[in-house]
Each structure stands twice: as structure tokens, then as C-alpha cells.
């Protein structure tokens, strides 16, 4: 494995990359509020003329993001795409471009959050409320329940062997009150008990070929992904052939010596990559700033 070089600001990635896929959760805010310095560092890139998708495996539809973006201050009307996990996977049950999505039937289970019925929206799909009348579960959130507590619904669409669509991979996400569970967890535990799980979002490829179309006719040399997640932001973009940059203050504060000298915080990222099996980023950043 090669070391990671640690920058002191994302300034000294913008000369080498025209084009800058974010994530947006524990590297631009919490859910709630803007994080120190992100939106600052936002606005510096693209008044240097950078272009930026803003990424998230967020099980929302891409308006209800953009939404939120503008209520803490982003300019998101400058990015070159706000992408979704939830949009994308909108997308992939509305056109149903093969299998596995020709073949999850009409009757959809949804788990969403705060009652958002945006991933459905305009589908044609049938809403149901138990296993037993579903062709398909469609998680998009959590409702604030920890994943175990699904677990008698889940081992009922077991029994009946029903596909599981996870329009979320993160398995936690950072908010104001610390981390919270996602429904990767759910779909963790899906597997577990034999289940059947298409994944929308990072690391899987589909989600970054939305990415890369919004950013045009940039060669992927020259675009720089950066995430707080080895699993997901640095995995899914090194498979994409970019580079990468792993924020340390994100997901992984809590194994990571975000504030140590420079040797200490590069050596803990090999570790922990190392200890995961996932790639090692190019570069690591304390917080994303400018």
C-alpha cells in the first residue's frame, strides 16, 4: 500500500483537477447545518471555475436535496448535477431497463423516512403495507428506529423470499446528535438472513456514470473524488479509475487521529484501510476546507 499524503486544504487539489465529485454528509454538513469552512470551500472551487457533482447516497429524490443544499447556503444552482441515490434508483424503477428490474413486480413495500413518498412519486407502482402483499421492499430511510427493530418485517419478506431494493448503502451517517443508522444497516441484515439486495448508490458503479456525464468531456484524470468513506467515497471512485481524497473528520473521526501530527494521521489511514481490505486514497484533508 502507498501512503496518503495529507494537504492542508482542498486548494491544493483545485490547480491539478477541473472536475471535483463531493459527497456531501460529513464532508460539506451534518443533515443539518453547513460544516466549518465547507461552504466557503464550495463557492472558492467554483469561482475558479471547477466543475462539481455533488454526491450522495441519500434515498431522497434530487429536488428534496437540492432543497436542503439551499437551506444551509449552497449554492447548488452553480454545481454541474446534484446526484442522488434515491433519484437514481427513481429512475431505474421508472424505466425498468432490465433485470433485476424487470422482474420486481408492481406491489412495493416502502421504508422511508419521515413519511417522503418523493421515491415513488409518478411510479407505477402499487403501495403496500405488509410482506405478505409486497413483490419487493424499496428502503430509502429509516424512520428513526434502530434496523433491529425491522427485524420481524424483514424475516417476514424472507419467508416469502422478496427482493430487497436499498436506495441507501451507508450503513451510519453523521448528524448533530453523533451517528445514526442507515439503511445499509438493514440491508446488512437482509443478507444475513439469506436475503436478496440491489444496492443504488457508492461504491457501485451506475451511480458514478451520472457523475461523469454531468461533468462532460472531462477525462477522468482530471477529476478528484472526495468522501468521508473509505468503504464507499474512496472505494467506489478508485474502481471508477479517480482520484481520491478521503476527509477524516467524517465518518471515520472516530478511528482516526484527525488532529495529530501529519505522519500519524497518514500512518492510521493505511491502517485502517489495511484492516478493511479497501484502497488506500491519494490524499487525506482534516475537513473540507479552503
Not at 428490474?101 to 409518478?122: A, F, K, N, Q, S
Not at 429509516?142 to 448503502?169: I, K, W
Amino acid at each position: 500500500m502507498t501512503r496518503p499524503r495529507l494537504l492542508p486544504d482542498i486548494g491544493a487539489l483545485a490547480e491539478r483537477h477541473a472536475g471535483f465529485v463531493l459527497d456531501q454528509w460529513g464532508v460539506l454538513h451534518d443533515g443539518e447545518r453547513a460544516l466549518p469552512g465547507a461552504r466557503a470551500a464550495l463557492e472558492a472551487l467554483l469561482d475558479r471555475g471547477a466543475r462539481i457533482v455533488l454526491l450522495s447516497n441519500s434515498g431522497r429524490r434530487a429536488a428534496t436535496n437540492r432543497a436542503r443544499l439551499a437551506a444551509m447556503g449552497f449554492p447548488h444552482d452553480r454545481l454541474a448535477d446534484v446526484v442522488t441515490s434515491g433519484e437514481a434508483a427513481w429512475r431505474l424503477l421508472r424505466e425498468r431497463p432490465g433485470p433485476p428490474w424487470t422482474e420486481l413486480g408492481r406491489r412495493c413495500l416502502l421504508l422511508t423516512i419521515d413519511g417522503d413518498l418523493g421515491p415513488v412519486e409518478g411510479l407505477d407502482l402499487d403501495l403496500v403495507e405488509e410482506p405478505a402483499r409486497a413483490d419487493f421492499l424499496f428502503v430509502t430511510g429509516l424512520d428513526g428506529r434502530p434496523a433491529e427493530a425491522y427485524r420481524p418485517l424483514v424475516e417476514a419478506a424472507r419467508s416469502r423470499e422478496l427482493p430487497m431494493v436499498c436506495a441507501n448503502p451507508d450503513k451510519v451517517a453523521p448528524s448533530p446528535r453523533g451517528f445514526v443508522e442507515s439503511p445499509g444497516l438493514l440491508a446488512a441484515l437482509y443478507e444475513a438472513m439469506g436475503g436478496r439486495v440491489i444496492y443504488v448508490g457508492k461504491p457501485h458503479g451506475p451511480i458514478y456514470a451520472a457523475c461523469l456525464r454531468a461533468l462532460g468531456e472531462l477525462p477522468r484524470s482530471a477529476i478528484l473524488a472526495v468522501g468521508d468513506s473509505l468503504e464507499h467515497d474512496v472505494a467506489g471512485a478508485r474502481a471508477q479509475g479517480l482520484a481520491t481524497c478521503l476527509v477524516a473528520s467524517g465518518i471515520h473521526a472516530g478511528e482516526l487521529p484527525v488532529e495529530g501530527p501529519a505522519e500519524e494521521l497518514e500512518a492510521a489511514v493505511e491502517a485502517l484501510a489495511a484492516r478493511a481490505g479497501l484502497p488506500v486514497p491519494d490524499f487525506v484533508l482534516r475537513r473540507f476546507t479552503l
